[in-house]
């Protein structure tokens, strides 16, 4: 059983690793067996709480990803731009190394931009004009950009705040953690809901 | 300003709290100001993990609601039929007794039913056989039963769990975390998605 580890900073959105780790650690759908040891990371292994309030403890620091990782998850939030954020470059550059899945959604997508991750790629984020504005000259991607909820273009999986459920399934697809319809049927159930509205 | 108390139990719903929190803490749409404090409960005070792995530090344990307590959050997960959740029944005790909101979703309404809590008042759940087999005699509730995501009643929220944004609209609604326009158009960025799939 191999490793995803899940990056988390002050003030990360309490909603957006909130789908996926539950589904790689105990299964895409009920009575499925989960595939992926989960692991949070957090700089200095030091608590972080989350936009709700959530004080997390994590696993670990940001040192470097474990020997088994099969997926760096960077999960959105409100310190991307700080000090905190620069300390997970080398995370990056060792999955890239390492050809491990890079997941980022929101404000994380945004510092994929400004360390100029998102230039050869496709991928989405918190608008088009929010990756220019924290990309600035290291962001030269708009031609590979593309407005939906998230993309996986290889190994990397990009998308909006809101778009939790679809990135979810797109990094599910990539990790292999099911079968194609059963990531499908979890999707739907989640978007949907047990009673339509 | 007013505190929002959740309960947590080991193995809760990580997706559960995870909007509800937020918009509490930080307000239920950007630029909009939070109304809540908001803190996290658990028995004895000790942390707890969630479904995918999150181990959260709570701000305390159960021994009684704040003293400016505006609801009571009942987070669902895999232990609401063990002893860790009997200690919960003394808080909503206490919250019927101070006219306090009390929210339930997923396993957490089924443990509502169990002690006799759905009976006389509109209500949904993780499906009535659900109700059904939690509740055994404690439970003569079905004739109010609805099959919704969410169901509001008075000072009572219940809902399934994958009802999670219905639950947090309702519950915003009923604790008047903003207007009804900001909370609909919050229900609406979360369920449909920035883009449109």
């Known amino acids: 059983m191999?490793?995803?580890?899940?990056?988390?900073?002050?003030?990360?959105?309490?909603?957006?690793?909130?789908?996926?780790?539950p589904?790689?650690?105990?299964?895409?759908?009920?009575?499925?067996?989960?595939?992926y040891r989960v692991t949070f990371a957090a700089p200095d292994g030091r608590p972080v709480r989350s936009i709700g309030g959530l004080r997390v403890q994590p696993d670990c620091?940001?040192?470097?990803?474990?020997?088994?990782?099969?997926g760096l998850i960077l999960v959105g939030g409100m310190s991307w731009q700080t000090p905190q954020a620069a300390a997970v470059v080398p995370l990056v550059e060792e999955a890239l190394r390492r050809?491990?899945?890079?997941g980022a959604i929101c404000n994380a997508v945004s510092f994929l931009a400004a360390h100029g991750?998102?230039?050869?790629r496709r991928h989405t984020g918190n608008t088009l004009d929010m990756l220019r504005a924290w990309g600035g000259a290291a962001y030269t991607g708009e031609r590979l950009?593309?407005?939906r909820q998230a993309v996986r273009d290889?190994?990397?999986?990009?998308?909006?705040?809101?778009?939790?459920?679809?990135?979810?399934r797109e990094c599910l697809l990539a990790l292999e953690a099911d079968t194609p319809e059963a990531v499908a049927a979890s999707y739907a159930f989640n978007k949907q809901g047990f009673c339509k509205e």
Chains 1, 2 share one sequence.
């Open 2 to 21: 191999k490793t995803v580890q899940f990056v988390l900073l002050d003030r990360f959105a309490d909603w957006e690793a909130a789908f996926l780790a």
């Open 23 to 35: 589904a790689l650690r105990e299964g895409v759908m009920p009575g499925h067996p989960g595939k």
């Open 61 to 70: 620091g940001l040192e470097q990803l474990p020997a088994d990782c099969a």
């Open 99 to 102: 050809s491990i899945l890079v």
């Open 117 to 120: 991750y998102l230039n050869d």
């Open 145 to 147: 950009y593309e407005e």
């Open 154 to 168: 290889g190994l990397w999986v990009t998308a909006n705040g809101t778009g939790y459920l679809e990135f979810t």
